[in-house]
């Protein structure tokens, strides 16, 4: 079932109207979308933000933000940009897991069905060639409501024209769009090189370039042991982050063994889980809190006020 599926059992959302100094606050409980389509408020999607319904989401009636149709588009502000993490309060224990290189014969199905186990949705970078290769892996992939980046076609680190730029970049979008239904708006560049014309192009496409804030270590040349994987991303845990992880680009046993301890330790601290879109839209909901909360000018206060 893919993400734009998913339907949510039950919408709960508490909108608090801040009127003038005296803060008046109005809470409602409504079970349909006619408030938060008057006052731009977007819920996530998905059972991973059950545990995020519990949060009260305020906004003042002048924030509006555009309409977000599916979960795998990301919030406005982060369209064209290069993302690291998102910035999200020390309290909020939210956190990304992403998957690059797949879809692969067996190391993706392995990671999917860890994932099911433990109702996480993640994220997965594919390489175009790969889904050309491995059709219904990529689509198992989108069916069971993960979240889809595109990672260029051969997965080159070299400096590329625009045409080649846009080529490994258009070519997998649309071969992701055919396999799986999923249309993506995450890139990803391969090794992470920002320089070689690929992330340029991407920014101009409207792509939020994603990086990442942790990785795992499960790709380098010598893989560590399952222990220390598992320890590298349990030390740098923080609220927001982006873990990077594999699924294919050569045997991934070592990540698929470590992948359960790695989210029992995640849980352990008090994490949960979402796609990449989500942590970017928990931070944009954050940020139009904070404006909410910021002090109304009232008529009398404001400088252009001449009476
Ligand atoms: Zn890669």
Do not use: C
Not at 183 to 211: C, D, I, Q, S
């Amino acid at each position: 079932m893919s993400s734009h599926k998913l339907a949510l059992s039950y919408k709960v959302a508490i909108i608090t109207l801040l009127t003038g100094v005296s803060s008046l606050s109005i809470s409602l409980l409504v079970g349909t979308t006619r408030f938060d389509h008057l006052l731009g408020i977007q819920r996530l999607k998905g059972e991973n933000t059950r545990a995020g319904l519990g949060r009260v989401m305020s906004a003042s009636a002048q924030v509006v933000s555009p309409a977000i149709n599916q979960m795998n588009e990301v919030p406005k502000p982060f369209q064209g940009t290069i993302v690291y993490q998102a910035k999200l309060k020390a309290n909020e224990k939210v956190i990304a897991l992403s998957f690059d290189d797949g879809p692969g014969p067996k190391n993706t199905a392995q990671i999917l069905e860890i994932l099911k186990t433990n109702h996480i949705k993640a994220t997965f970078f594919m390489i175009g060639e790969m889904v050309k290769y491995f059709p219904k892996i990529a689509k198992q992939v989108a069916d069971d409501g993960h979240v889809i980046g595109n990672h260029t076609w051969h997965h080159w680190y070299r400096n590329m024209d625009l045409a080649t730029a846009a080529s490994e970049i258009d070519r997998t979008a649309e071969i992701i769009y055919k396999t799986t239904g999923e249309k993506t708006t995450l890139f990803r560049p391969p090794g992470g090189f920002l320089n070689n014309g690929l992330a340029e192009y991407a920014k101009n496409k409207k792509y939020a370039v994603m990086m990442w804030s942790e990785e795992s270590g499960d790709a380098e040349r010598r893989s560590p042991q399952v222990p220390m994987l598992v320890k590298n991303v349990l030390k740098y845990a923080k609220p927001g982050a982006i873990v990077l992880m594999h699924d294919g680009g050569g045997n991934r046993s070592r990540s698929v063994k470590a992948l359960p301890e790695m989210i029992a330790g995640l849980k352990a601290q008090g994490y949960r889980f979402v796609t990449i879109p989500q942590l970017l839209e928990i931070q944009a909901q954050e940020q139009s809190v904070v404006m909410a909360a910021s002090p109304t000018v009232t008529k009398d206060e404001h400088p252009n006020n001449q009476l």
